[in-house]
Structure formats: C-alpha cells, structure tokens
C-alpha cells in the first residue's frame, strides 16, 4: 500500500477520513463485508426485516449486479488499468479483477478501509493484480497523464469537497477513449430552495456530503472538464428496495433507544437513516449512473 500524499485537501476530506477510520469496523461492514453501495435488487432479494444484512446472500447478490450494471459500458477486459476511485474496503476492486481479469488499482482517504482491502487482496489471490494506494480523490489521482483505461467511482464522489477538480483529474489520467463509469447519490432535478433546505442539506451534514449535485450540473461538470458525457440516467424503482432497507435499520435502532441504550452511534445512525429516507421518499434525492469518455 502506497501511503504518499496523506494529507487531505480540505476540513471536509479530514471530518470524512475521520469518521470512515473510525466507523468502519463498527457500523459499515454491518451492511456488507465487502461493499458500501446500494444494491440493484431482483424480486425476492431484499433482505428481511430480521435478516443481519452481513449474512444476506440477497444483498450481496444485488450489490455485485449494481457493479455490472455500472460498468458494463466500459467493457472492462485483462488489457485494462481500471482505477476504482474511493475504494472502500477493496470490494469492486477485488470483484472486478476476478471477474474480468483486469489490473486495478484503488484509491482511498481512509487509511483503516486501506488496511482491510489489502487483506482482502492477498486472501482472494489477487495481489497481484490488485493494490491499493492513499489519496485524496479531491485533490489527486497518482497517475501519470493519460495511463489509465477505466476509471470507477462507486458512489464516493457524493464526498468529495471538490468534484470539478476529480473529474479534471479523471480527464487527466484517461487515455485518449478512456472511460469513467460511475453512480452517486444527487439531487432531483429542478428542487426548489426550500426543498433543498428541507431535504438535502439535513442528509449532507448527517451523512458528510459537501453537498449534491442534480444530474444538470453533474453533467456541466463532466463537460468542463472535457469529458463526452455518453450516457446519464436513473434506475427506476429498481434501487426502491434499497429504501425499505433503510426504513427497517432505523425502526431497528428505534427499538434498541427504547430498550434504554441511547449511546451516541445509535443516534447517529438514526439520524442518517432517517434523513435519506425522508429525502428519498418525498422525491427530492436519486441514485443516478454516468457513463463518459475522454475523446480521441
């Protein structure tokens, strides 16, 4: 693990190192051992209200097809240097050097998350074509210009304090063709100010976002950056069941408040959950995918 550059660009990026080191171990590999995101559920999938979602086969299932779903526009091969962006644990990373035999390297602010995917790594055999690196995604990407094929963001850049500068950084990177394929949490569209008030800028400060983008701006950013915007859109209903998921973490914290255990984290993840749901229920939140490319 290369551990250059370890000093993040901003206050935001330190409060959100901080809190992935410390809530790591202890709250997020509760959802999956492996990966962070939101899952694209089939019929049946969705994990019971009483089900553990570390052991759901379901989650884990729809949280893979999320991965394909995401990067299949890039047609990802073993020609290919794909760079997953906020890497997480090393969970796409490691899932998309199994599946399409490519060499990856992921990037991350979390020196904690570093520490599990390089583990991660070696017990799947795949050390050798997957390492893991430092860096802040909002400051730097540490690549040579155009030497990367592929560059996956999955749901991280929703983090980061600087966007227009991580996708110049992408377009930096990109080989002439090169492809980012990514999905983030936005915005709706046309929200007016007092529903952004209301909605999103209460689920920015519970969840650390340094606000959202709609898929308007998103895309402005990704042509400023000189990046050919191919495909942008939504997934229906089908990341819903992702919603009853949050819904039923929050009735469970509930109850262990009126057992009597009110510990800050409880309240926390109360408070988190609660505010993505009231957004994404009254329409003012989405989870969209981006597919662009760096021309010729």
């Not at 901080?18 to 171990?25: A, G, S, W």
């Not at 990966?35 to 759901?56: A, V």
């Not at 790594?121 to 802040?136: I, K, N, P």
Request: with cysteine.
């Amino acid at each position: 693990m290369n551990t250059g550059h370890e000093t993040p660009s901003s206050e935001h990026e330190r409060l959100v190192q901080r809190h992935y080191d410390t809530m790591t171990k202890g709250y997020y590999l509760q959802w999956n051992p492996d990966h962070f995101h939101m899952g694209l559920f089939n019929p049946g999938e969705r994990p019971g209200h009483n089900e553990e979602m570390k052991y759901s086969e379901g989650l884990a299932r729809a949280l893979e097809r999320m991965i394909e779903v995401i990067v299949a526009p890039a047609e990802i091969d073993e020609r290919h240097h794909v760079v997953d962006a906020g890497c997480g644990v090393g969970g796409t990373a490691i899932y998309l050097a199994r599946m399409h035999g490519c060499r990856v390297t992921g990037i991350n602010l979390s020196r904690v998350q570093l520490e599990l995917a390089d583990k991660k790594a070696l017990d799947a055999d795949l050390d050798d074509r997957v390492r893991f690196e430092y860096a802040d995604c909002s400051r730097y990407l540490p690549f040579t210009d155009a030497s990367v094929d592929v560059v996956v963001n999955m749901e991280s850049a929703r983090h980061y304090s600087d966007r227009r500068r991580f996708l110049s950084e992408v377009y930096r990177i990109l080989k002439p063709g090169g492809k980012i394929v990514a999905t983030d949490w936005m915005c709706r569209d046309g929200l007016k100010a007092n529903q952004y008030d209301i909605f999103i800028r209460p689920l920015c400060k519970a969840w650390l976002l340094h606000d959202l983008e709609s898929q308007f701006t998103y895309t402005r950013l990704l042509h400023e950056a000189g990046l050919e915007v191919i495909e942008f859109e939504g997934f229906g209903g089908k990341v819903l069941d992702n919603l009853h998921i949050l819904k039923n973490i929050y009735q469970s914290f509930r109850l262990i408040r009126l057992s009597g255990i009110n510990a800050p984290s409880v309240i926390k993840v109360m408070d988190r959950t609660a505010k993505i749901h009231d957004a994404w229920r009254n329409t003012c939140f989405d989870i969209r995918r981006y597919y662009a490319l760096k021309p010729q």
